[in-house]
């Protein structure tokens, strides 16, 4: 039971560049998330998703695409890389409802230049 | 949205020494979570406690909703309890979007 696994662990994009940032899980969980973390700032939603096909907006998604084709995987599309894109990027995943709680994967250190 | 507001925002504690966090939050809450990311980056849930109290080993949190605020304790303190607590919370009519606050740094020397 490998839990949130995302790939790649460390990533170095010239600004322009496009890239996907992957996310898998094997917990047959529903609802799947994506955050960035930047210094001082705590986590911040990107976008999420509430099962295959349904993905909605979080608190910063600008400059960010995703798609939610089967339960397992969520991947996140920078279609244009920014500097102000450079952070760490962690994703999530949770049984639907409010009454679970979260498990995130190991996150993706992403530098933009 | 909700506001999520920690204290300390850093803590620094010899070993053995007891702490405890505070999570305020803003309105109203369906889920509160309390997490640990260790020196690695890794994020780990501690709790899920939107009321009452949850002991797990030398942690124990409380979360008090009509008042609008939880507490995490941490006992006899190691340097292995070391990095950034986060609390989340959801609230309104979404289930899902976690909102966090933006940590309190403990750092526990031998």
């Known amino acids: 039971n490998a839990g949130v696994t995302q790939t790649p662990k460390f990533q170095v994009l010239k600004t322009g560049q496009s890239m996907t940032l992957q996310c898998a899980q094997d917990?047959?969980?529903?609802?799947m998330s994506w955050y960035r973390q930047d210094p001082g700032m705590g986590l911040r939603l990107i976008h999420y998703?509430?099962?295959?096909?349904?993905?909605d907006q979080g608190e910063v998604p600008n400059g960010y695409n995703v798609s939610r084709s089967t339960t397992e995987d969520f991947p996140l599309r920078l279609l244009s890389a920014a500097p102000s894109q450079t952070s760490v990027y962690f994703c999530a995943s949770s049984y639907s409802g409010k009454g679970y709680g979260y498990t995130f994967g190991s996150g993706t250190r992403l530098t933009v230049v | 949205g909700i506001q999520v507001e920690q204290s300390p925002p850093d803590l620094i504690l010899q070993e053995g020494a007891n702490s405890t966090l505070r999570c305020n939050f803003s309105d109203s809450v369906n889920n509160l979570q309390w997490f640990h990311q260790n020196p690695w980056g890794q994020l780990i849930n501690l709790f899920y406690?939107?009321?009452g109290t949850k002991q797990n080993g030398r942690l124990s949190a409380t979360t008090v909703a009509t008042e609008r605020y939880s507490l995490l304790y941490i006992s006899s303190s190691q340097t292995t309890d070391s990095g950034v607590y986060f609390c989340?919370?959801?609230?309104?009519?979404?289930?899902?979007?976690?909102?966090f606050g933006k940590g309190t740094l403990l750092t526990v020397n031998p």
């Open positions: 998703s509430v099962g295959a096909g349904i993905t």
């Open positions: 989340a919370v959801v609230s309104g009519g979404s289930n899902y979007k976690l909102t």
């Open positions: 917990m047959n969980h529903e609802y």
């Open positions: 406690i939107p009321s």
